[in-house]
């Protein structure tokens, strides 16, 4: 079997760590000479694409991949995987196609659960185009009769991309905004959930979230505690210096359901929540 994924970063990074033994073979896409020599060392044979034009070897390699993944953001311009080289994949006949998206194109539901039947009502630029590409990916299936698996992640985070390293850095903040929740997931789940999915290919749409939306305010308070250290001060939301990214989030208020995931494909979590995940994380500071 043999693999590739458009857009080898922190999330398929695990997913590879993961199921590499499966393949015989695994290549990756980045954007900089610098992170392919990183790719190499990782026994990941690199491609360089910039999602503007087609990327070199990239469509032989597409010839013989039986399972691709793609981690790659839409843009003005749509998916540009699906743009460049989705007739390469198609010709291909991959096994199983996965594609990373996010739970942001629910939009806003004021706290109140969804799920994937829910109809999206995206907020943000970006989650409009994530569901613009969403469709694109599941059309994409119907035309050419291939599995496609899109997988709507939540906030992720892992080693060294957690709440310990805000603290590290001086950058941990405590944010109040009455009756906000976040979902989260681990990379390890979204690993896993990978894995689960691929062994039973379909065209199908999936959250990839923990089971407890939670104030973001209670995880800084958490990881203070575990560190030994006093929490940062309340910051009212109204008055916080934000970017307008990070302001968009605080706008998109909502409990993501996992159910899906547990009944159709039996995943069992590692870190169903953010404090079974932060005592780990805290074993490997």
Request: net charge neutral; aromatic share 10%; glycine share 8%.
């Amino acid at each position: 079997m043999k693999l590739f994924v458009f857009g080898a970063g922190f999330s398929s990074r695990a997913f590879i760590d993961r199921v590499r033994d499966r393949f015989d073979w695994i290549g990756g896409t980045t954007r900089s000479p610098e992170k392919a020599a990183v790719l190499e060392e990782a026994g990941i044979e690199p491609f360089l694409f910039d999602g503007t034009t087609p990327g070199n070897r990239i469509t032989e390699a597409l010839k013989s991949a039986t399972h691709v993944l793609v981690s790659i953001a839409p843009g003005e311009t749509g998916d540009p995987v699906l743009r460049i080289h989705g007739d390469d994949i198609a010709a291909g006949r991959p096994d199983w196609t996965g594609y990373l998206s996010t739970v942001g194109v629910y939009g806003n539901h004021d706290g109140e659960w969804v799920d994937e039947d829910t109809p999206c009502k995206p907020v943000s630029r970006r989650s409009v185009q994530r569901v613009a590409a969403e469709q694109a990916w599941l059309e994409f299936a119907r035309a050419n009769g291939l599995p496609v698996q899109i997988f709507r992640l939540s906030g992720i985070y892992g080693p060294g991309r957690n709440a310990f390293e805000n603290f590290r850095k001086g950058t941990a903040r405590r944010l109040i905004k009455p009756g906000q929740v976040f979902n989260r997931i681990h990379a390890a789940d979204i690993a896993g959930a990978l894995e689960a999915a691929m062994a039973q290919p379909s065209t199908r749409i999936f959250n990839v979230t923990d089971d407890e939306p939670a104030p973001p305010q209670d995880v800084v308070a958490f990881a203070a505690k575990l560190l030994g250290v006093a929490p940062p001060p309340e910051i009212p939301f109204e008055t916080a210096d934000l970017s307008p990214m990070a302001r968009s989030f605080y706008g998109e208020n909502k409990r993501v359901s996992n159910r899906r995931l547990k009944d159709e494909l039996g995943y069992a979590f590692r870190y169903p929540d953010y404090r079974v995940a932060l005592r780990e994380l805290l074993k490997t500071l």
